[in-house]
């Protein structure tokens, strides 16, 4: 796969989800014969779906809704739950911001300090409707907040950046130490995202239940243009799956679960992320399209408000359907936003498997989108 | 022709029409000398075109007029004809409904029950016309109305799904066992969509005169973003032809008739199918255009009205010419949607071949367009 | 470079002029110092360029001018200037017809029958002018033509056709024989479109003093979407240009001129005709943009008027320089559209190369416009 | 990398930085311990970044900003401040100019002398605010003014064409010796556009001290539509980047710096130029956005201006952010026009690097932009 780029650098072809796509090549099955299901740690979710921790897509309420959906949505924690007593008037003036000053508006109002006495309270209120509870921090903010975090009684922790690496070199010493960190937590750690064979590899060792796979290649990001970076997710999610193997090799038969995060805007992505080799995927913007998502019609991430350097815009998303409707139908569109559980299903039964960890097996070609 | 997508996970470079071309090599020929005939079972026509069973491309009576210029139009058993005593003012409504809610519309419209003595009525309709009668059932209800259609005296059975295999996993035990099926039939059986060449052999085996290959990648389609699922058609077409070639090998003798079905849109793109490989071609949006056409100015299929997953459209297209004309021309346009055997017949002579079978070896080149 | 396009069918990749690029490798030199001359048979020009025979690019009163500025005008002698005594109020209603029915209008504008006369008239015309008069056939009108257009004194014979070759099989008997066609006659002849190296070779062999490479690949064109077929000019002249080498070995040394036909809508694409192998290039649409050219801000070709199965367009050009500006400027826009002569010279000297021979092995690499 | 494109040519692929991306593999870094510094000759900078010398992007002025922000400027030393008294209505009549008549009024606003008393004043205007200053020259006019540009004491001497070759054929003998010219100036030299190993190699032999890589490929560009001439950059800098090792072998460790100079649009680009091996960047278009850049909201190169044979455009710029901003951040949109100094720091950051040098060995994938 190295190709010559010019004398002295090579580089490999690296593939998106729009280059790949499924192809039907054995038996068929009916859709009703066909598994979701997902489990991680101690806990099985009917769907492998979770809610991206970006304020437009999981606030405490719609955390509980997908919880009781079979949907596991994470809250960000440095978000503005955490940031505002009642986030609903800011939530409702970053729907209403022209586009031309909507990024400088949210760097003021992301500029609002944490509070950690809201981290416990935002947790509390997920965890007292029944469902299980999870929340995102950033690395940076790791090592100020978790304590809070667990003794708030979270139940799955995400750490989740543009890249984590295991190991971060920071001059004034103040790094977080990943392995010694997951060792010393009760709960079970996601950390991402990564994009890489080697480095899922060493995040794996880390002792994380899940790595994210991704680089803030979402609907809302411009990462690209203004980094240079690029995360090709077909090619990603192939890659870490392989450390999985690997790793589950090496540890004597651990499974660290690979979640798809980012790039996946119709529920023909979320199919192909898992015939890729994803456990489970980490939606944005899929989610943010409900009418009763949190954004209002809008979606962002955190990028979006870096207080120097925004990597991400506030997006316009059409809304056509409830929560619901877009996870399990019925649709009444055919564009691949609404009913994405019955498309994942109707896939795999097209094809003739009957969960998601045979499906992770199914022939793909490349064929780019014209 | 495999490529490492990532680490663990690779595939086969597919390619779509748009993505190849003829090339003349060879010597050139009067285009009144070529013959553009096509033979299946004891059935001869003057074109080797199908019209698709699509409400807007075939009614009774566009299967008579199709039949009576050498074209074989398949109806729609499970569609509007068979629902409906009198279509007329539902096709009106359809090709009157405003986009946003068409969708919505036609699945209310076509949950109306299907009527057995319909459909016996309508094949009835095109055979006593004096012209083969075929019709089409989906996998799905083809154990429930097969009786029916034969009974009604139909020449050539079509089963047409979004993909068919010859064998189907089901928990109720209910499956239609293919080879069975078509063994006790008394007609020949077309049978498909399949893209692959190991699954295109398993349906050979079962006995069908003719199999289809595609997977809903018509102009109206929006399979690749729901399901993850892109069928290249001229990859397709050039791989179930190996199938038929290594299945008359192994079966010591037996035909099985290719049938290109969606993704051509042109007369260039027939031409392609047959240059990769097809005996035949189904038609459906290329036919749609015809203002003569069932569908009114609109072009539909079976996806587009599904309950609760719809993976297609209704499309408006141009209607710029007569059924007639859109086969035989005379053309008025040069954008290759008239006079369609014109622009075969042409093509063919160019080249220097004098009949559809020696054409499938033409040279073709990869040339994306730009 | 052949591909597995799907088992059993494989393709070469094919490349456009879009594909590919000039890169300056070696030492640099004046554009003063450039020769840009071209010589075929007995005829010296001081630009390898033709004007294609097309009515919205050649008239009698162009070829002189075109002639007098050093390039080969040729004129169509089955477009309007030898069907109508005075065609300009026919090129004024082309020029006037509204796009959706100009190409019927011209189907019935073309009918208008030939008249021998007008023939010789025409070359004469050109002749008197003291220019070289060249003057187009198609393959099917040669026979029935050829002795008028040689008794009135052509110089340079071209029979063009949108495909030709050396062996035509027809069931009435009466094809070209080309060889004989060639040899029996007194002026030279230059023959295309050919698009491989087996068809030039072959066509080589007839006697041709040059080969028009092409495929109606040109602006006004639909050649693609109509019949499948495309010729993409950048592997197609590299192809035809190593048969003339290799004719040129079979034969002793005898140098047949390979002429790129269609598809140079820049000077920049003058200039990778001539890289990839071309002797001289045959304009069409470029011409045509003079503010002096016959088509009066219009551009089509024989194609567009076919009478059942047209094949191209009339297309509405920027006129904005004169022939004079066109060829030789100065240009002031920036688009290569004008100073095409200067453009080709610049080029030359940017890589060090001082004639169009020594040009024709500059590198190139690939690399698609984005 | 050999490519057939036909029968007797080949050509190498190569690749536009749009085609590649940076992939983080290995440790993350804070952006705070990331140094960017960049030291040539005797001269130092806290960036990598020059200004292009384009009347659009350094006046004295910007180069005296620039150099106090740690940024070369380099003045066109013929452009409108060597050519009028002053420029200051000349600049603001071009940037009022119609679109459609803007090449042939600045043909004729820059048919006015270059005054040798001008040079000599803006250089010093330059030095005297204590910066670096840098002038350049086109190849043509070296011999003519360069007396002029070195006793008015430029730090830096740039010689910058579309292609300079260390060889130069003319039959007027006039040609400059290159290596002579470098070995008799006492300042250091930095020349270009090349675009090839084997050409860079040649000219880093004439002892210059930096090469420009590129062949007028910016934003305001039109030499591949007008010339057929273009360098893709990822693999031009990757070419040059292995001739400046090479060099530096055969010379015994002289090391060349090479410059990327063109086709740097956004922050992303800047740092796939140096991820390709570039040690700075010479930008354009980039700082021409800037509210305080002379162009006034529009960016052109010499290019766009010559008298005959224009080959780039007047392109209308989006002024976002004042020179500061555009450099050194805080951004307010996420486009990757603005803190291009804070992108690239991150970037080296998310990547585990710590300064320039190191960051060229930084792992790429292909994966054009959809």
Do not use: C
């Not at 500029?111 to 929340?135: C, F, M, N, S, Y």
């Amino acid at each position: 796969m190295e190709i010559e780029l010019g004398r002295g650098k090579r580089g490999r072809r690296a593939y998106t989800f729009d280059d790949v796509a499924i192809v039907p090549t054995r038996r068929t099955r009916n859709p009703a014969d066909v598994s979701t299901s997902w489990t991680i740690d101690a806990f099985t979710f009917e769907t492998p779906i979770l809610g991206a921790p970006m304020d437009s897509v999981v606030s405490p309420e719609t955390a509980i809704a997908l919880g009781r959906m079979g949907v596991l949505g994470v809250l960000d924690l440095e978000g503005l739950w955490t940031r505002y007593e009642d986030p609903a008037p800011i939530l409702a003036e970053i729907a209403s911001l022209p586009a031309e000053s909507a990024t400088q508006r949210m760097q003021a109002l992301y500029a609002e300090p944490i509070k950690p006495e809201l981290i416990t309270q935002r947790i509390a209120e997920i965890r007292d409707a029944g469902v299980v509870a999870a929340g995102a921090l950033s690395p940076q903010r790791t090592a100020e907040h978790y304590e809070t975090v667990v003794n708030a009684g979270v139940d799955l922790f995400v750490i989740r950046g543009t890249t984590v690496s295991a190991e971060h070199v920071s001059s004034d010493g103040e790094s977080l130490n990943l392995k010694q960190f997951i060792y010393d937590l009760d709960v079970p750690v996601i950390v991402g995202g990564v994009g890489t064979h080697k480095a899922a590899l060493h995040l794996m060792r880390t002792g994380a239940a899940g790595v994210l796979v991704g680089f803030g290649g979402g609907a809302a990001s411009t990462t690209r243009s203004a980094l240079g970076i690029h995360t090709p997710m077909a090619t990603a999610v192939a890659d870490v799956s392989a450390a999985r193997r690997d790793y589950m090799d090496e540890s004597g038969g651990r499974y660290v679960h690979v979640i798809a995060d980012g790039g996946m805007g119709t529920s023909g992505d979320i199919v192909k992320a898992i015939a890729m080799g994803a456990d489970a995927v980490m939606l944005g913007v899929s989610l943010a399209r409900a009418t009763d998502a949190p954004g209002g019609g809008f979606h962002w991430g955190q990028e979006a408000h870096h207080a120097t350097l925004p990597r991400g815009r506030r997006v316009a998303v059409d809304q056509a359907a409830t929560l619901e409707e877009v996870l399990f139908g019925p649709a009444t569109t055919a564009d691949g936003t609404t009913n994405l559980l019955g498309a994942l299903r109707k896939s795999m039964a097209t094809t003739g498997y009957s969960d998601i960890k045979e499906f992770q097996r199914v022939d793909v070609v490349v064929s780019p989108y014209e």
